[in-house]
């Protein structure tokens, strides 16, 4: 008789960090952009084009994600079951919170939801990144420029954030306060979660497993540690 495989909780651990960061990184997004005092700099693009669509926020996440997956091509990337799954599950998270937080609350309580919201998408980051099981679009995206050309991870990261604000803006996104202070405070809030809610996994496991370029402690020799990728905003 087949003897029965053990099961592999580690395996399980990584599923569920993923799904359940994935989940609260939407709901971090909603957050933000309900707090009104500026968004991140893709949800400025996105909150620009649904403008312009009358499309829901979540699906033009879904979409958008969709677009940069087919920029990961000539750059060839591959992407995981981590990078398939954020594609498709951070937008509707975030449909779902903007659906359940109310809006035009007065200031004090706005701050108090972009605070939370800005907290609460690096523990996200932290348990999706942490899962090892291959990056965001936007990460991918970022790090495929950086092997590619040999470019460094915070210029690429820059330059393809400017873009999507200005595109954003002139679509009429939020651009305000909260997206300076977003892009200031947030890879520091990653550094700190990241280490502390990755899964640890033996040495083989981390060498060109995850499809796509991996994320965080896997980096290992290719991106500076000190400049922490995170997918932002969803997607």
Known sequence: ???NRPVDRRLIRRSLQLLVGLFLYGIAIALIVRGGIGAAPWDVLTQGIALHTGL????????????VLLLWIPLKQWPGVGTVLNALLVGPSADLGLTLIPADLPLAARIGLFVAGLVLLAVATGLYIGGHLGPGPRDGLMTGIHRRFGVRIWIARTAIEVVVVIAGWLLGGNVGLGTLVFALAIGP???FFIPRLSVRMPPRATEGTDAGTPVGPELEGSVDPSEPTIDSPAG
């Open 1 to 3: 008789m087949p003897q």
């Open 189 to 191: 809030r990653c550094q």
């Open 56 to 67: 829901s926020f979540g699906l033009i996440t879904v979409i958008t994600s969709g677009v």
